[in-house]
């Protein structure tokens, strides 16, 4: 023991040779000074939490981002000896100090997490997978069930977490590797929009994997950069007029967008892009520009398709279309074995052939009606 005497016990970090110090002084001093029962109690707490963390094998990691500061964090994690579950929301000395885990206080904590500035908040999770698999006896699959669900309820407890999902956007096709990790609304089918995260971004190609649901392993969607923009921008856009130059104007989320046939085989797609993006591209030809703004954003001549009116008779069928910028409305016409002639404002002449043509088409009231509403225009009377 007297090899001790000459060790202060700040430099001792295990109980047991803090023990034998302590023996040490009380033999030769008769007491234990505080610095020493201080560091002992102190020594003690650290090796009972190690102890115990050494029981509980990691399953999984979350944290609050704003932006690229890291604001709250929670560590899940999975006890062999008793099956049970816990979490850690702090560390000491880099030991998660576990808790049983309780869903009620999980949610309660992610709650009351607030944005700094602006209206959002990312949630980041991870599944510790390969850090289970090693070890025998553990069931894999409640363990894989225990996490989504605790990631499910984490974030709905917060709506500052779903103000940072993305719709997706130009963004993702002009500058891909920005969007990297972020979380998208996909609309994957009729019924269904999935939260997904954008893992992998190329110029050709993008990956993306289930978010809410990534135990035991998370599902992981491929698309190229054509069927991304297919299927999650354009459709998504509302014609709203066909113009020149073979072009058609559309609107999706407030943003105008010029469509044009697709080059190649599929020239019956129309390939949509922003106004913006159009107007300053410098392939687009500087005709089709001038037309864009001029005609179309200043002078709003364009005819709509969201109120035509398609009239049909036993041969013939004829179109009714608005006028965006004067509110009148126009006349065109498909004759038997012929093509569809021009759109010309409709005067008497074009009030009475419809009158006499398409009285016993079914859409024939709705473009009465419609046409009566136009001051300019005279009264189309009915046949009995």
Known sequence: MLEYGKILPEDVKDAKRLGYIKKLELAEKGYVKKELAAR???VNEKERLVHHDHKIIPIGNFQVMEGEIRLNGMQLGFKVSDTSFYMASRTHE????????????????????????????RFIQSFLSP????IANVDFKRISEFYNEAVQKTFRSNTYFKNSVLSPNEDLLTDPKEQLNRQ??????KDKTTIMTLTEATDRYFVFQSYLKTAPKPESLYFDQQEFRARFLDSGITLIAHLKHNLSLGVQNGVLHIGKPSEGKDQQRVQWDSFENRIQSKTFPATEKYYLSNEVISKKNFLMEADAIVLKSNTNEASLKKHYGTGQWYFSEVLSNSEQMKFRPIDKNLMKHIN????QSKNFRIAVTQLQKNQDMQTIQMKP
């Open 40 to 42: 002992l109690t102190y």
């Open 94 to 121: 880099n030991i998660p100090l576990w808790k049983p885990f309780d869903s009620q206080k999980l949610q309660e904590h992610f709650a009351a997490q607030h944005p700094q500035s602006g209206k959002e908040l």
């Open 131 to 134: 850090d289970i698999s090693t």
């Open 184 to 189: 998208f609304h996909l609309p994957l089918s």
């Open 356 to 359: 006499e043509t398409y009285s």
